[in-house]
Structures are given as C-alpha cells and as structure tokens.
C-alpha cells in the first residue's frame, strides 16, 4: 500500500525540523513561492523564531494532502542547502511524483541525535530518532557523510550562501527598541520595498547639496513618466534581447536612497537560488571595509581575508572567472584615490600584488578577470567613468505608491499607518524628503509618537502636542527625541517624559557628537576610527547604534573598529544642533552665517565659536537649513536641556537682526539661482514673521529658470513672497517642472506677478483652473503670461478664455504647444471677443484643425487690434525664438531629455509643414532653416522610450 505524502511528513517532521531549523529561509521561502504558503502566513513566520516558524508551517501544512505533496517537491529543489541526512531522505522520499512513493523495506540509519531538553522536544514528543532509507540508499549516505570531510565545492558553495543568507535577512533599523510595537519586523523579506531605478544619461552639478540635484532630476523625470523602470533584479539583463549582458555596471545615487539595501536584496535573492541563477558564486564587498587595508596583496588574499570560509575553493572558482560576480558597495566611503587614466603595463592575474585601489581600478577596468561580472555603486559625486561600464543606472528611490507600500509595511497597526501616509501626502516638506528611503525611515520614526498614542496619554511635550512636525527640521527634532527616548535611554523616559529632560540626559554625549559632525562636516568626512573618537572626548563602547554604526571587520586576525553617522543628513543634524546650542551672541550667528552660505570671513582678529581660517563651506545647504529651524527651536524652548541661556536673552533682537542679514543679502548680492532658493528655504525653516518681512521686501522679482523645483521648493517660495507688501515685476519659473501639484502651492501670490513665466512645467487641465482663477480675481495684476509647452488642453484652453472675458490686466498670453485642439476654440470668440485688454495672443504648434484656423479669423475681425500669431510663418521673431530655443537644447542633455520636449519639436515640425507654403521672403527662409535646425538635432538625439 502507498504512503501518502501526508502520513510521511506526520511521521517524520521532527526530523525535518532538526534538519532545517539550522537555516530556514531557502525553505520557507520557497515555499511561500510555490504557493503553499500565502503572504500573510509568510510574513507572520518570518517574524517568529526558526524553529517554531518552521513547526508552525508544517502544522499548517500537514493538515492536507496537496499541501504536503507541494512541500516534498519544494524540499526536493533546496535540498542542497541542508546536512546530508536530510538530502538522503529526499532522495529516498521525495521522487518528481509522490503517487509512486511505495512502502518499502527499510534500513535504519542513526541520524544526530537530540537533545531532550531542546525546544524541538517540547515542541514535538515524538520518540523516533531515526529516520528511514532502503538498503540502497545506505552506501549513499555515507559516502555523502565522507565527502563532507574533503574539499567539496558545491559544499563550501552552500555554506558560502547560507552564510550570506544570515547576514542579509535583516534591514539595519537604527534607532528602533528591541520589539517595539508600532513597528513591524526587520527581516528584508518583510520590510523590504522596491526602488525607482532608471538609466544613467546625465552629469550633475556638484557645487550643490547631492538632495538638492536628486529632487531636481526626479521633478524632471518622475513627472513626465519618460524613463524606462528597472527591476533590481534586472540589472544584469541585457537591455535588448540582442544583446549580451552587460558585465560591467554603475548604480548610482543620492546617500538613504537605498544603493545598499539594493545589493543586500540581491545578494540575498541569489543565496536562496531566486535570481542571478547564472553565477555561481557572489563576492559583495564594501568599500568601508577595503579602506582598513594599507599594503599591496593580491585578489585570492583579498578574498581569503574577507571569505574565509571559501579559503580552500578560491582557486577553483577564479578559474572560472565568467561565472563570478563582484558587487563593490560605495565607492563614496573609499578613502584611496582611485587613478582611472593610469595604465598597469603589465598582465594583471589573481596573484599579482597591487595596493587595494589599483586592484580595484584593474578589477573595474577588466584588466583583471575580464570575463567577470562586476556591479559598482556609488553617490554621484564620485567620480567613475562612464567608459568602463556597460550600463550606468541612478537610484532615484521611492515612487509615491512606494511610499504607501513601505509606510505599510513600517507600521504593524494598519491604522497608524494610514494616518502617517496620509500626513506625509498633505504635508509638503515631508512628501518630498520621503522618496529618498532612509528619510522615509526618519519621518515614520519622528511621526511614531504622534499617530501611535492611545487614548490617555500625552505626546512627547507640550511644545509640539498635537501638532506633529511640518519642516525638516522639526521632522529631525522629533526624530532625534524618539530614537534618545527608545533606543538610547531605554526605561530611563517613558512617552511623558518631557523633551527637557529627556536632552539634559544625554547633553554632554550629544554635544561631543555634534563637535564630530560639525568638525568634520566642514571637511567633508563621513567615516571615523577610534582616535577620531577620542580627539572629541568619545570612547567607542559608549557610543550607541542610535548615532554611529560600528563596523567591526576581521582582517589579518584583527578586529578594526570605524565609525559613520548612520546617514549625512544626520551627521547635518547633529552638527546643527551643535551649532545652535553653541552660538549665543547674534553677532556670532550672523557671522557664521556668512562663512556657512559664502565662506566669507571677517577680518578682524577674532573669529566666532566654531570658525576658523581655513574650513571649507561648500555643500552646507542643508546644514544651514536645520541650523535656521534649531535656532527658531531655541527661540521657541524646545532645546531647554541642551542650553543653559534663557529664553528671553537668545530671543531679545535677534529675529530683526536676522532679518537684516537676509535683507542684506538679496539687496547687495548678485545671488545665483541654487542660493536664492536656500535662502527662501532658510526663512521658512526660522519661520519668523519680522525677519522675513524685512526680507521681502528686497525682493522685486524672483527668477528661478531651469531651477527644477519641487512641491516644498514652491511652498518656500510661497512663503517668502506672501510677505511682498508690492506688487512683483516678474516671477520666472520656466523649465521648473513644478506640476499642478507645485503651482496650487503659489497659487495665492500668482495674482500679484506682472510677468509670470510658466513654460514647461508639465502643468494640465488642473493648472488651467487654478490660472483662470488668478485671471478672475478681482485684484490680478498680471500683464504678460507665458504658458508654453505644458499640456492644458482642450479644456484648459477653453477655461482660459473664458477667465480672459472679462479679466482687464493681460496684455500678452503666449500658449504655443500646449495641446489645443478644434474643440479648445470653441468659445475663444465669444470670450476674447468681448476681451479689451489682450494685445498679443499666440497659439502656434497646436492643432487646432481648419475650423479652428476659420474661429481665429473670426476673432481676428471682430478684434483688429488684437494681434493673433497662429502659425509660425506669422512672425519673424518667433522664428527666430524658436530657432534659439533648439540650440539651447542641443547644448543642454538635460532639458532634451525631457519626453516633453521631443513632443514639442514634433510639435513645431508639424506646424512649420502644415504653414511653410504661407510663409514668404525672409520668414521662409527663416522657417525653412527651424525645420532643417529641428530634424537634425532629432537625429542627433535618442528620445527615451
């Protein structure tokens, strides 16, 4: 008679038990792969211990016949990953179809016994401790006992995977207490949550803060939709099918945007044989680590040191160079300078000695070990060029949808985390921080303790009760509160505790950290060892994971210790409470302000606190962002236990002096576009009504062209330009791919700007109705408006004549390309027609089709004064604007990047066709030459697909 898959499982499971409980994610997740187990299951086994998840899922599955039939074939394909009694068993237990699994003569084989008084006993009382093969599987048992004696690779292969899998199942969580409740498990397979990846076609600027340039090129991209999502996992795949995979690849992108995390759920994906199945072994190494060597070696001592467990193979598997990986982690953290131009000159192998950053040049370069595979990340401001890679990638971090899933999945109260993922939607300054991964972290731990408290217990203080955090600094503020409370003070504070008391705790500590940030902010260093430590008064067994991440690495039988901020933005932080804390006179604060945004110092003799001759100021944007929101903290006695000055005498004076400094600024300084906008955000962060008053009103126009601008970029600009008691000459905002979203944001202040410049700015139906309210008010005071290049379409078009109908301000509107079509004219006579204030209309590059031609000679005559360009031969000087505009993106890869603009230039071609035959003398030469300037350069250029 047959036995069941069931009755072999119920029979046998405490073996199976002490067979896998050793390393149980090849097998559950397997399992929850082959559909045996759904994902609620999955997940609430991945948060147990190994072996209770392990006896829970064969309970689970025990209960019917499928079920076990579906677990002896899963077992059948992670075999490999167990001891050699359990793979014995499955080759005697586990055939491709379990019907033909017969009862047979069995031969007993002792298996490793086990101890009474482990958990497996209590959990399972079965006295078999044996398990079962036939006569013909014995001699096969024991040979496999034997070779695991010897040098097998595919043993050490195994071992080499089940030691990664230990390493990578957890997500570093650093401020999070042991268990806590509102936050969900760290294991990758729970937590993790997939990134926005595209390919690398752009240089950045680096004079400005690494945030700054992602958020700017996510406003480019991310609202156009134009760039082709990668798949993590797909990195490797060839990006047409014709091609080879490419062996040499660049990640890059912003520090928290999660680069790490992606090599950490790679590497991991392929310890449990789930992709990347072609390599047959992965070496993942980080240049954090490689900095602590400091004599030349060669590549098989290089791995031996950091791969001991593959020592005896390593020849073996460098033999087959093809079938290896090499994932190289932050190229940023190196300390070595890395020659790109320098040639070897010689025939580089495994054994030649070479200093580590020569190595790893040739290793990138393919000198060495050509047929490997080698994946690089890196930030973008590291320099590594394109040439030696096949596919360059950027990271540009979470989507919106990403942000719900990964706020989802932080929060184990599916309520908690609705509340927080709707706040960070409604709030600007957090929406836009949360697509970098590792600020989403921050934000969902500073909003903990806000929209997890129960009924009857009070917030973290009454400053900030029921008001959680709005700007970034506050968001920091609340974080570092949390993560002290939580993590460092562990039951020395409980949620009542007041802020006071909870910084008086940890002052001393905290002031000596901030010196390590600040000090070495200035020099742009990120990573510290012991004697860093001790130069600032810090013994590394007191500094706690909340602040540094140790990192403890074997090398040569040593035990090195190094040291990071968990983040740079946090080192900022830091550093800014450091320097608001140690600031006391104003004249001290204006003049550090000076240094910090122009590296300006003064000549007197003596320097204030924290400035001295010789320290670099670039790259402070952000610093000098949170420095503005602590000191308003202060003023506001939200730092009472880190200060020992009063309130009234750090307050007394300083928000009119501050108010100077930024008038002072904007009237004497020619600021560039990256600065102004800093400044805007500095004001909004100190949040003071007279120092920004003072400020505005230097402002007689704002020009921020080509500056991509997010949603709290346009709400800095907002604030500040409320305060205008006048009316504004011109606000600039073209190229600045601000969306709906950016312009609702400046929608109050849109009324009070003589020239408004929209052009491109990826603006739709959305923003036509909010530009026709501003038309419509009473008190609008715009003259010229420039709407090209967006897509209002029919409808907006439609609503903005009919704003214009009785609006007696606009002189000149300017909607070329905007996606008009016959059915956008349909009241453009009736509206424009009683109109008497426009004096140029331009509607060119739509397609408005012959009735919308007829309708515009219609308003033509019934508004002779009226001057309507409708086609491009019309007017030389929008010829010539034209022809300016495509040479201007022949130089800028950036703005052609934009889908937009290839849209446009399409645009424009089918205008110049459609009345090119009207066009005579010199404007047909003119737009003769637009039309051969404009195919060129659509040749010269690939549009994103």
């Known amino acids: 008679m047959a036995t069941t898959a069931q009755q072999l499982l119920q029979s046998q499971k405490d073996l199976i038990l002490e067979w896998t409980s050793p390393n149980p994610s090849p097998l559950l997740r397997w399992l929850y792969d082959a559909s045996v187990l759904s994902h609620g299951k999955y997940v609430e086994l991945l948060e147990r211990s190994s072996l209770n998840a392990l006896a829970t899922a064969l309970e689970t599955i025990c209960r019917d016949e499928k079920s076990c039939q579906m677990f002896m074939d899963v077992l059948r394909g992670v075999q490999d990953y167990y001891c050699p009694q359990l793979q014995a068993w499955v080759r005697q237990n586990c055939p491709l179809n379990m019907d033909k699994v017969q009862k047979t003569s069995p031969v007993r084989v002792e298996a490793q016994t086990m101890t009474p008084k482990t958990l497996l006993s209590k959990l399972f009382k079965a006295k078999t401790k044996q398990f079962i093969v036939t006569k013909d599987e014995k001699d096969q048992v024991i040979e496999k006992q034997q070779m695991e004696q010897t040098p097998n690779l595919k043993a050490y292969l195994t071992a080499h995977k089940t030691k990664i899998l230990s390493q990578t199942e957890r997500l570093a969580c650093y401020s999070e207490s042991g268990g806590a409740a509102f936050n969900s498990h760290p294991h990758i397979e729970i937590r993790y949550t997939d990134l926005f990846i595209t390919e690398d076609r752009e240089e950045i600027d680096i004079g400005q803060h690494e945030y700054f340039n992602e ?431 009063s309130l009234h005498e750090y307050s007394k004076d300083l928000p009119t002096q501050l108010g100077l400094w930024f008038q002072s600024q904007f009237r004497n300084r020619k600021l560039s576009h990256q600065t102004m906008l800093n400044l805007l955000h500095c004001l909004m962060e100190l949040h003071q009504h007279e120092a920004t008053s003072r400020t505005a009103l230097e402002i007689k126009e704002l020009n921020l062209f080509k500056m991509k601008l997010s949603t709290v970029d346009c709400a800095a600009v907002h604030y500040v330009l409320q305060f205008c008691p006048h009316m504004l000459e011109e606000l600039n905002l073209g190229y600045s791919n601000i969306g709906s979203r950016g312009l609702s944001r400046l929608g109050p202040i849109l009324h009070r700007c003589k020239l408004l410049f929209l052009r491109y700015n990826c603006l739709d139906k959305n923003a036509a109705i909010l530009e026709s309210a501003v038309l419509k008010s009473y008190d609008c005071q715009v003259k010229k408006l420039f709407m090209c290049g967006n897509n209002l379409g029919p409808d907006g078009a439609m609503l903005l004549w009919a704003a214009l109908e009785h609006n007696a301000t606009v002189e ?96 424009v071609l089918r205008g110049l066709q459609v009345t090119g035959t009207d066009a005579k003398g010199e404007n047909a030469t003119k737009a003769k030459e637009l039309e051969d300037q404009i195919l060129q350069l659509l040749e010269e250029t690939s549009p994103i697909k």
């Open 215 to 645: 958020a700017s090129r996510r406003a480019r991209i991310y609202v156009h939709q134009a760039c082709q999502r990668i798949r993590p996992r797909d990195l490797l795949q060839p990006q047409d099918p014709s091609q080879r995979p490419p062996k040499r690849i660049k990640v890059k992108g912003i520090a928290g945007i999660g680069k790490s995390v992606i090599v950490q759920k790679l590497v991991h994906e392929w310890a449990l044989g789930k992709i990347l199945r072609t390599f047959r072994c992965v070496f993942a190494l980080r240049f954090r680590e490689l900095n602590l060597i400091d004599s030349p070696l060669n590549l098989l001592e290089l791995l031996g040191s950091r791969f001991v467990h593959l020592q005896d193979v390593l020849r073996n598997l460098l033999e087959s160079p093809g079938s290896l990986l090499f994932i190289l982690d932050g190229l940023d953290e190196f300390q070595y300078q890395l020659d790109w131009k320098k040639a070897s000159g010689r025939a580089i192998g495994v054994e030649t000695k070479l200093p580590i950053s020569e190595m790893l040049v040739e290793l990138i370069r393919g000198t060495l070990l050509p047929e490997s595979t080698v994946i690089l990340t890196s930030r973008p401001s590291t320099h590594a060029p394109k040439q030696f890679f096949q596919r360059c990638c950027v990271v540009l971090g979470f989507e919106e949808k990403q942000v719900r899933e990964y706020t989802s999945k932080f929060y184990k109260d599916s309520q908690v985390a609705e509340r927080v993922s709707q706040y960070i939607e409604d709030n600007d300054s957090l929406f836009v921080l949360s697509f970098i991964p590792l600020y989403c972290y921050i934000i969902c731990m500073a909003l903990t303790e806000f929209f997890s408290v129960k009924k009857g217990e009070e917030d973290i203080g009454q400053s900030l009760a029921h008001n959680p955090p709005k700007t970034v600094s506050e968001v920091y503020y609340c974080y570092l509160l949390t993560t002290i409370k939580h993590h460092a003070l562990k039951d020395k504070a409980d949620r009542s505790t007041p802020p006071a008391e909870i910084l008086s705790l940890v002052k001393e500590q905290m002031m000596k950290l901030g010196r390590l940030a600040y000090e070495n902010l200035l020099k742009s260093k990120i990573m510290f060892d012991k004697e860093d430590l001790k130069k600032f008064g810090l013994e590394p067994q007191y500094i706690h994971a909340t602040f540094l991440s140790q990192i403890l690495v074997p090398i040569k039988e040593e035990k090195v210790e190094m040291f990071s901020f968990f983040h740079l933005t946090l080192q900022e932080h830091l550093a800014a409470v450091y320097s608001a804390v140690s600031l006391h006179k104003k004249e001290d604060i204006l003049q550090a302000l000076d240094f910090w945004c122009f590296g300006e110092l003064h000549s007197g003799p003596e320097l204030p606190p924290l400035i001295s001759r010789g320290q670099q100021h670039k790259g402070l944007q952000m610093f000098v962002r949170f420095v503005m929101g602590l000191i308003r903290a202060r003023m506001e006695g939200q730092l009472e236990g880190l200060v020992e000055t």
């Open 812 to 907: 000149e509107l300017y909607v070329d390309i905007t996606g008009i079509t016959e059915e956008g004219t349909e009241n453009i006579v009736d509206c424009l027609g009683k109109n008497t204030a426009l004096k140029i209309l331009t509607i060119v590059g739509n397609d408005i089709g012959p009735t919308g031609k007829k309708r515009l000679k219609e308003l033509q005559h019934h508004r002779p004064d009226l001057r309507i360009i409708g086609n491009f031969a019309d007017d030389l000087g929008l010829l010539q604007a034209y022809l300016d505009w495509v040479e201007e993106l022949r130089g800028d890869a950036n703005q052609m990047e934009s889908v937009k603009n290839v849209d446009a230039l399409h645009s």
